[in-house]
């Protein structure tokens, strides 16, 4: 029977076919993959340019911000605390009434001051009195005496009488002296209930809280804290291992967290010696000062410190990457560690600067407080062909170095080396397939 007419037959040759292109397509893919990875993609140079640049080697830390000028005001008398003035964030001035303790007890204590001395004051004149008539009573007892008319003891008497009313005199002219100081303390004391502000600033804090019983009979109670946040201290917690390379006076900026890419300048005003240790780590402090005109820097901010140990500004500037020094191993070309054998030397320095050059060079390195360091670095030249000059570094950071000499604005250096494998990787990225597997089938 014939059964080439069966559509079943028909189906069959059309998978097959299908199949067989599908084997095909693998199979080209499989080969192009081969060839891509089977080419050769030799180490590329990584350039950068020589430019004009500032650098700037710092020291991090950090630190806190505080108010360079603070009083914490207190209550020297107890008592209820009636009224509060004032409240956090308010700016004050100096002498302005801040709060009021309940003055009750203080103003009897003075009155009754005020009284025994108006009591003492009325008993002067009986003793002033009594005073005058012993004075007289002793007068004419010593004429009489003179003239032999009078008894020995009358005339003692009367000496003892005038001696008795001037001590009584006396004693009671001191009681009123006492009773006025003692009157002068109650009054202090009086006005010590009214708390005035003893600097003109800002309200930083309020400790207490109206209707609280204050005890000032053994410390004084802290109501609250008026700081000038006119200038702030900023106290920067330094390393064991950098506290050498800070000195006062040295200039110092820092940023604050909600500040953005905004500095502050100041400069070291002062290196605590005493040190904090924290999980045994031994840090000093290290204080300066900066102005807050605007007000936008508030105590306890923290602060992302930086000393600046040596800056450079509008100067030749070559990667860090793209130098060595020469004290150090140095690093060879592509080309020299492709044809050097093992234990080969690398190639004498070309371009070797004079030593007039370098003479001033190092006195005028002397003059700016700094140590200029000779270095190699491979320049290509108009020819695309990699030369090594020697360098003068001067400033460097962790990015980049000052050039003293050897270099000029626009050359182009060696930075680095980009290997073979990434270099192979980006080729099949950039390669048409993509770099597709045949695994997605």
Do not use: H
Request: glycine share 8%; with cysteine.
């Amino acid at each position: 029977m014939n059964n080439s007419g069966r559509p079943g037959s028909n189906k069959g040759k059309r998978n097959l076919w299908l199949l067989t292109c599908a084997v095909v397509m693998v199979v080209l893919i499989l080969l192009r993959t081969q060839q891509g990875s089977s080419e050769e993609v030799q180490d590329q140079a990584l350039l950068a340019t020589v430019n004009i640049g500032s650098i700037e080697n710092t020291i991090a830390a950090a630190g806190s911000l505080q108010p360079s000028d603070y009083v914490d005001v207190g209550a020297q008398v107890s008592g209820q605390l009636q009224r509060l003035y004032v409240e956090i964030g308010d700016i004050v001035s100096e002498g302005q009434l801040l709060a009021e303790i309940d003055a009750r007890v203080q103003e009897a204590r003075v009155e009754a001051s005020r009284a025994s001395i108006e009591s003492l004051e009325s008993q002067i004149a009986s003793r002033q009195a009594t005073l005058e008539l012993a004075r007289s009573n002793a007068e004419r007892q010593a004429r009489l005496n003179t003239q032999n008319a009078t008894s020995q003891l009358d005339y003692d008497n009367a000496m003892v009488a005038l001696a008795t009313a001037e001590s009584n005199v006396i004693q009671l002219q001191k009681q009123i002296e006492q009773s006025q100081a003692s009157l002068e303390s109650e009054a202090t004391e009086l006005e010590f209930t009214r708390i005035y502000a003893p600097m003109a600033g800002t309200v930083v804090s309020i400790a207490m809280e109206e209707g609280r019983t204050l005890n000032a009979s053994q410390s004084a109670p802290t109501i609250l804290r008026i700081a000038d946040l006119g200038t702030m201290t900023v106290e920067a917690d330094i390393s064991e291992a950098d506290i050498g390379d800070i000195k006062p006076g040295m200039e110092v900026y820092f940023t604050t967290l909600g500040g953005g890419q905004r500095r502050w300048y100041g400069s070291v005003r002062q290196i605590l010696p005493t040190p904090t240790i924290e999980s045994n780590v031994v840090l000093y402090t290290g204080l300066f000062d900066v102005e807050n005109t605007d007000g936008s820097l508030l105590p306890e901010m923290t602060a992302q410190v930086f000393f600046i140990t040596a800056s450079a500004r509008d100067v030749l500037t070559v990667p860090l990457g793209a130098i060595t020094l020469l004290d150090a191993p140095r690093r060879r070309t592509p080309a020299e560690r492709d044809s050097a054998a093992p234990g080969d030397s690398p190639p004498a320095t070309e371009n070797a600067l004079p030593r007039e050059v370098m003479a001033s060079i190092m006195t005028a390195a002397r003059e700016r407080g700094i140590t200029p360091r000779p270095a190699l670095a491979t320049v290509i030249d108009a020819n695309g062909t990699e030369v090594q000059k020697q360098l003068m570094i001067g400033v460097s950071s962790r990015v980049s170095a000052e050039v003293l000499a050897g270099l000029e604005a626009g050359d182009q250096v060696v930075a680095g080396i980009i290997q073979r494998q990434q270099a192979s990787q980006a080729a099949r990225q950039n390669s048409p397939t993509g770099g597709f597997r045949p695994g997605g089938f």
